[in-house]
């Protein structure tokens, strides 16, 4: 890895195109350089002046005093590859190319000139920036390479009077405007920013090899970050996965997500696991927090700067208010957020009552009423609250409009934001002063004015914490039973392209998912009819076909047969598979055993093209397009993580006592998940697509059964047309 520090922290920098036009973009970086009072020298390079905005100017770097530190590129993409290689052989380590022309622009010349770019920067060891960027901003040091006009003198300072908190926040962008936004728009918030990087086209460097540098710095608390895409995929979640173990918040935004056009795919999973629905899969893994716009990533930032040392150990929320209206608000927010409002237990509510009015409750939420806050404070019906053991959170519902009722409770505030063990946000449902914003960003309290955006960082921190413990909790010992990688490697090798179920579970018996003779594949319908006398129950009929993945869409399915009728429905089931593909290959008929019934899910697993392996549960079985109730996960899965997943499904109450019903066996469906998704793991670069569907739970000790099986091999040809697609 290159030295970014010489990039981002530089003691020298020249300016190669600078200008003394502060007009166009060559004289706007010089002069938001020089406007901020950045310790470091800095020389102008240009062919034609000598001199530039009141410094000496530079023909080339080749003529500098002595070699710099960072090289700051604006000039025109032709001529960037010479120019970076000028600066290789003058000895500067690190570069940022703000100019433009490169791989974002059609054609093969920009990309050759990009791969060019790379190319030096491999052979210097320099850390290289962009290009196709807007800079960067290193706030702490007050150097600002960039022509945003968030960064202008005029735009306001860099670093706030009252900062929140003492941690600092640093953006991470791949969008030069939208980068320097995230800072522009937290101004009235008072965040302690340090670093604001975009990173442009990443010919070299990366948002994770920024992410990874800022960490080993130490300075950086929270992160915003904004991406389109992820180049590197391992190199990401390395770094996501050292941020979450750092507790060092990830707040992501990924831009660029409608599913252009459709794709041609054999199993149900693939055509649920889109591209976001991967990239969501991975951040949930890794800890990173969507964010759905601005406002609401610096709201998340807001809380986790103010209250990330002592982050909600579960779910449930108390919230004291002296608008009763403004309380029943919040507490719907919370609920859309999926955090419990409890009642407060008898001690806590004895300790309240004695301050409310009789119009007031102390039930949660807690309606000290406007006369109770002017006898008592926010402060204290805060603490109050918050010592009940039925509560992991607080948060205070005020009106910041007016600051007296804050000014009188400051030390108070101070007092419980310094003892208090659990976080205290604040929601405002008037515009806050600028006087109430100083005090809470004084005493160290996060001010909200969404409701729903409080309740959603609350909610945040909670699954925060839960996925932290989760990782950094020792892994359990490892299933014992081996599986025969021998007996896969040959059955993926002698069968063709795609496996349908009588040659996949073979192939799945050896992870123990499934049995592997759990039927007979016949050739006629006297051999049907043998196979279900052998069998002796009510027996399922299902055409073999690897041109016929979908049996239930082609009808070529027969169910709960017996006696003469298994004769007739061979004659029905291949007909039907006739008629749906003409020309398909059937390799006969699949006689088993009918299951007993259960509540129907799918799994499945389906190759993203950035991410690999991702594993699916969904309720519904064969109709799981249509009900659309799906979660996702990278493999391979521990039993933690499967039965967190499986949680996530919204209709998860479904494996509970339901209906009279007793519960499903969630934990066999669990082990089987992580069963898959070990397979999953380990042929992966085997493997593009999985279908077990339907599967169907029994009740609690009674195992899953597994009706149908598909497995789709990776083939260059089918890669190939995946990605043109």
Not at 371 to 394: C, K, M, N, T, W
């Amino acid at each position: 890895m290159p030295d970014i520090e010489k990039l981002l922290c530089p003691k020298s920098v020249a300016v190669v195109g600078a200008s003394s036009d502060i007009h166009g973009l060559r004289g706007r970086i010089l002069e938001i350089i020089l406007s901020h009072p950045f310790g470091g020298k800095v020389y102008p390079v240009s062919r034609s002046a000598r001199e530039v905005q009141g410094l000496k100017a530079y023909a080339s770097v080749d003529e500098l005093p002595k070699p710099v530190d960072l090289a700051i590129v604006i000039i025109p993409a032709t001529y960037v590859p010479a120019e970076l290689e000028r600066c290789g052989r003058a000895g500067i380590k690190a570069a940022v190319i703000l100019s433009s022309g490169f791989a974002e622009e059609p054609g093969e010349t920009g990309s050759r000139m990009q791969n060019e770019i790379a190319e030096i920067a491999r052979r210097y060891d320099m850390a290289v920036s962009g290009p196709n960027t807007e800079g960067f901003a290193n706030i702490a040091v007050a150097f600002c390479p960039t022509f945003s006009p968030a960064m202008d003198k005029s735009a306001g300072a860099l670093h706030p009077a009252r900062p929140l908190g003492r941690g600092q926040v640093s953006v991470i962008s791949q969008s030069g405007g939208l980068g320097f936004a995230f800072f522009d728009r937290a101004r009235s918030r008072d965040l302690s920013f340090r670093h604001i990087v975009t990173t442009g086209n990443e010919a070299t460097l990366e948002v994770s090899d920024f992410i990874d540098y800022m960490l080993d710095e130490g300075k950086t608390d929270v992160f915003l970050l904004l991406i389109e895409d992820v180049k590197t995929p391992e190199k990401f979640k390395r770094a996501a996965e050292k941020a979450l173990k750092a507790g060092k918040p990830l707040i992501v935004a990924k831009i660029g997500q409608s599913e252009p056009g459709s794709r041609a795919v054999t199993s149900h999973t693939a055509a649920l696991a889109g591209s976001q629905a991967a990239y969501r899969a991975v951040f949930e893994r890794y800890g990173l927090i969507e964010g759905r716009d601005f406002d609401e990533m610096i709201d998340l930032a807001v809380g986790f700067l103010a209250c990330g040392d002592r982050m909600p150990a579960g779910n449930r929320v108390g919230i004291c208010t002296s608008s009763g209206g403004a309380g029943v608000w919040m507490a719907d927010a919370c609920g859309a957020a999926g955090l419990d409002v409890p009642v407060l237990d008898e001690k806590t509510r004895a300790a309240i009552d004695v301050h409310l009015p009789s119009y007031g409750t102390s039930q949660n939420p807690v309606d000290s009423t406007a006369q109770g806050v002017h006898r008592l404070g926010y402060a204290e019906f805060a603490r109050l609250v918050a010592q009940s053991p039925r509560i992991d959170g607080v948060i205070v519902v005020v009106t910041a409009r007016r600051s007296a009722f804050l000014e009188n409770d400051l030390q108070k505030l101070k007092d419980l934001a310094r003892n208090s063990a659990k976080p205290v946000l604040m929601w405002t449902y008037t515009l806050p002063s600028a006087r109430s914003i100083e005090i809470l960003n004084e005493a160290g309290y996060p001010l909200f004015t969404s409701a729903n955006s409080c309740a959603r960082t609350m909610r945040a921190m909670v699954d925060y914490r839960t996925l932290r413990e989760r990782l950094l909790r020792p892994s359990p010992t490892p299933n014992q039973n081996v599986p025969d990688h021998a007996k896969v490697r040959t059955l993926l090798t002698e069968a063709g392209s795609v496996l349908c179920e009588y040659r996949a579970r073979p192939l799945l018996s050896a992870y123990g998912i499934g049995v592997e003779n759990a039927g007979y594949l016949v050739q006629s319908p006297d051999e049907a009819a043998a196979a279900a006398r052998a069998i002796g129950q009510p027996v399922a009929l299902k055409v073999q076909s690897a041109d016929i993945p979908h049996k239930t869409e082609a009808g070529a399915i027969a169910l709960n047969l017996s006696g003469d009728a298994v004769r007739d429905s061979y004659h029905r089931v291949l007909a039907a598979a006739k008629r749906y593909s003409p020309t398909a290959r059937v390799d006969g008929i699949f006689v088993q055993p009918m299951a007993a019934p259960g509540r129907e899910v799918i799994l499945g697993v389906n190759r993203d093209p950035t991410w690999g392996p991702l594993l699916m549960i969904g309720l519904g079985g064969v109709l799981v397009e249509a009900v659309g109730d799906v979660a996702l996960a990278t493999v391979p899965l521990d039993n933690a993580t499967a039965h967190a997943l499986i949680a996530r499904l919204k209709g998860a109450q479904v494996f509970g006592p339901y209906r009279g019903a007793p519960p499903g066996d969630v934990d066999a469906l669990a082990d089987l998940m992580v069963r898959l998704s070990q397979f999953a793991n380990d042929f992966a670069d085997d493997i593009s697509q999985v279908d077990l569907n339907p599967i169907l739970v029994h009740a609690s000790g009674q195992g899953v059964t597994i009706v149908d099986a598909l497995v789709v091999k990776r083939t260059e040809q089918r890669e190939r047309h995946a990605a043109a697609e």
